[in-house]
């Protein structure tokens, strides 16, 4: 993963560069290092946000194996980053040309300020709802039409910046090649929202059962209405549309709770905790559902004889249960230990259905309660380094650590392994709370 991570971190570099590279073919007379610098980075901060199209996670192909962990928090960093450069552009180019002032003077030319700083504007409102969605009381659907309609504002708006201010985008063959180079990730979105639903009218499911399970989740089975068919791995995702048509803001991401084993069928599980997520009970049977997927790189290895530490907080069990149930159907019978964290013993859901893979498999579950009832004699509290040392068999070096949960027990659970000595590249992570 680490070599993985380093190619596609390259590849990501050398496409970020491409439009900079273009431009210093033909560079203008210099007017100052500071203020041609600057330039440099308005340039670098539209290229960057151009390719958050391409690290958007929706697209297999690019840092395949890297994780879709790992791609979303990439994705998250250099959105911040863009924000940075996109501030240090004017701020610097100012320092060093005072007068350049009057391009945000809206008496000189309206059109430009307005446009100028609308672009910084939408930026911050970009950056901001992201990483406090759920704090302004965003929802998803609003918040995933916010997020795209601003992000291709910035786009256009900053190449019409560029083509206008024509300092380095003199002559129609740089103009023409500059734009090609930054419209070019933009066309991912066209392909992602527009092409794909298209091809997937054609291959709809349909929900075959809704079943209640403990802790207010619901599993839905779904059967294709047709030939086509969903292979994965377990422990990916999928995303799905409910309803008669898959051209919908109400796309989400959800982890494949069934067996990978099994063929013609598919299941998703998911807790009650948002708007859509709470309309899952509601779901009836025979309604329509389309499946774009599947993603991630949350793959255990079922060949690993040192075996697999799977670490779950609440629902964050699903891909587990998933990985579970093709090893009992694959016959895998490596060593398994699974560290499953709840609030209560009544919000553990699939609690009846782990209790019988412990019989079929080589499995080891500790339940973690952090509000126990009277009597309850297992682990209290919440997962931990002295927990693991506890718990969990001393490391051999080779064993595999999974951990899905919310933040504060993943974090908690990271910390833990890497400070007794596990390595980071044998640690694997998968946050729900994608935004």
Avoid at 69 to 89: E, M, T
Avoid at 102 to 123: G, K, N, Q, V
């Amino acid at each position: 993963m680490t070599q993985q991570a380093l190619r596609w971190g390259s590849v990501y570099c050398v496409l970020a560069l491409l439009p900079m590279g273009w431009l210093l073919l033909s560079p203008p007379t210099a007017r100052s290092w500071a203020g041609e610098f600057s330039i440099m980075l308005g340039v670098l901060a539209l290229s960057v946000m151009s390719l958050q199209a391409l690290i958007s996670g929706r697209h297999r192909w690019f840092a395949h194996g890297v994780g879709f962990d790992n791609v979303l928090q990439f994705h998250r960093q250099i959105g911040i980053g863009a924000l940075c450069l996109l501030l240090a552009h004017p701020i610097i180019l100012l320092m060093a040309h005072p007068d350049f002032i009057h391009y945000l003077d809206p008496r000189d030319e309206t059109l430009r300020a307005l446009m100028l700083m609308a672009l910084i504007a939408a930026t911050l409102t970009l950056v901001i709802s992201s990483l406090w969605r759920t704090r302004f009381g965003l929802s998803y659907e609003w918040w995933r039409l916010i997020h795209g309609g601003l992000a291709l504002f910035i786009v256009a708006g900053g190449l019409g910046h560029a083509l206008m201010a024509q300092r380095y985008t003199q002559g129609v063959t740089t103009s023409l090649g500059f734009a090609l180079l930054i419209l070019l990730p933009i066309g991912l979105v066209v392909e992602t929202r527009l092409i794909r639903p298209w091809r997937m009218r054609k291959r709809p499911w349909r929900v075959d059962d809704n079943q209640l399970e403990h802790g207010e989740t619901s599993t839905l089975v779904l059967t294709p209405e047709g030939d086509h068919r969903f292979t994965f791995q377990p422990g990916q995702f999928f995303w799905i549309t409910l309803g008669d048509t898959p051209f919908s803001l109400q796309q989400h991401p959800f982890s494949l709770s069934s067996s990978a084993a099994q063929d013609g069928q598919l299941a998703f599980s998911a807790k009650q905790l948002g708007d859509f997520t709470r309309q899952l009970p509601r779901v009836r049977p025979n309604t329509r559902a389309f499946i774009e997927g599947p993603y991630g790189a949350f793959i255990a290895n079922p060949d690993n004889t040192s075996g697999i530490v799977m670490m779950a907080g609440g629902i964050g069990v699903t891909p587990f249960m998933s990985m579970l149930y093709t090893f009992r159907d694959r016959n895998v019978q490596i060593p398994l230990w699974l560290v499953y964290a709840n609030p209560t013993w009544q919000e553990a859901t699939f609690r009846e259905s782990l209790e019988a893979l412990e019989e079929q498999l080589n499995l080891t579950v500790i339940h973690v309660i952090s509000d126990p009832h009277d009597g309850w004699e297992g682990e209290t509290g919440y997962v931990g380094q002295a927990l693991i040392e506890r718990c969990l068999p001393q490391d051999d070096k080779q064993r595999d650590y999974f951990i899905c949960g919310p933040d504060p027990m993943m974090n908690a659970a990271e910390g833990a392994l890497i400070h007794l000595g596990i390595a980071p590249t044998r640690i694997f992570s998968d946050r729900f709370d994608i935004v």
